[in-house]
C-alpha cells in the first residue's frame, strides 16, 4: 500500500512499549516499510515517572520510532497501533518529507 514515502511519522513511547511497538510496525510492511527506533528521554509535566531513577531524574525513558510512509497509509497505520494499544501513552507527530530514498 506504501507510496512513495512523504510523510515521517515520529511516535514517542515508554520504553517498556518498544518491543510491542517494533512487532506491530513489523506486521504491516505495507504500511511501514521500515522504521528507525532510539531511546531518548520525555520531559515535562504530563511525563509519567515511573521508577525512583526517573523521578530523581526529572525525565522518563522513551523510545522514539520513525517511520517514513506515504500520506494514505499513515492513516491506516495509525488506526491499527490505535487498535491495538488503546490505553498507552503513545505520542505523536506527522511532518511532510520534502524527499527521502537512497544515495546508491
Partial sequence: MTDR??????????AALEESLVDLLLAAP????????????GHGSEIALVSVNERVRGRGRR???????????????LDELRAALPDTNVFFWVTSLLDCGRLS
Avoid: H, Q, Y
Fill in 5 to 14: 514515502p512523504d510523510i515521517l511519522l515520529t511516535l514517542v513511547a515508554p
Fill in 30 to 41: 505495507g504500511l511501514a516499510l521500515g522504521f528507525t527506533t532510539s531511546a531518548v528521554d
Fill in 63 to 77: 523510545v522514539r520510532i520513525e517511520v517514513a510512509t506515504s500520506g494514505a497509509a499513515v492513516i491506516f497505520l
